[in-house]
């Protein structure tokens, strides 16, 4: 691990080789915000009676059609749809993701319900960041890059957006320097979908 310094004099850590004389960053450091994970737990589930006979459980018909619980700890949200299968968002790791079913199950199997006895988790999303340390000029980069998957309408959203086809990647460039990647479902894809960004910008100047 070494530190280098950019040009407004900011630190930046990293794993860097060294290549005719320059340091090119290898990996980067990145922030896990979020996963999105489901499982099925069964069948069929009455929603209705989970949100009567679970405290924890809400349930509003009106307005969606899944019963929701928030965690304490994890502090996560699982929503439980009537197909049987649950969602758990707002982890940061596998282990809390695990917690959470686990707990969810537990509080569904108290009220005499009977569940899968094996069920398999799934990623569907990962959310995350990585900061730049340097500010972001997005109209002058959108147009640099001069690529169809580039689209930069700062009257609709204030921030850079880049897609990566082959790995259903999508990350938001803004200009604060910050760099956030959702649409992947490892963290190894989306540690690779950082680093190809990092490196267009890094092809015209930028970085």
Do not use: R, W
């Amino acid at each position: 691990m070494i530190f280098l310094l950019n040009e407004s004099g900011t630190f930046i850590k990293g794993l860097y080789i060294l290549h005719e004389g320059k340091a090119l960053i290898i990996m980067t450091k990145i922030n896990i915000e979020n996963i999105v994970a489901s499982t099925q737990i069964s069948n069929e589930l009455d929603v209705k009676q989970l949100s009567e006979k679970i405290i924890d459980f809400k349930y509003n018909p009106d307005e969606f059609s899944g019963a929701t619980m928030k965690l304490g700890y994890p502090k996560t949200a699982i929503l439980v749809f009537p197909n049987g299968k649950i969602i758990c968002t707002g982890a940061k790791n596998m282990e809390e993701i695990n917690k959470s079913i686990e707990k969810t199950i537990e509080k569904i199997k108290s009220i005499g319900l009977t569940l899968k006895k094996k069920i398999n988790i799934e990623i569907q999303n990962i959310v995350a960041s990585t900061n730049l340390n340097k500010e972001m000029h997005l109209s002058s980069i959108s147009k640099a890059l001069m690529m169809q998957n580039v689209n930069y309408q700062p009257d609709k959203f204030p921030g850079l957006i880049y897609k990566i086809e082959e790995t259903g990647a999508i990350l938001l460039l803004f200009d604060s320097g910050m760099l956030v990647c959702t649409g992947t479902k490892n963290e190894d894809d989306a540690t690779n979908a950082i680093n190809v960004m990092k490196e267009k910008l890094s092809s015209i100047g930028v970085l």
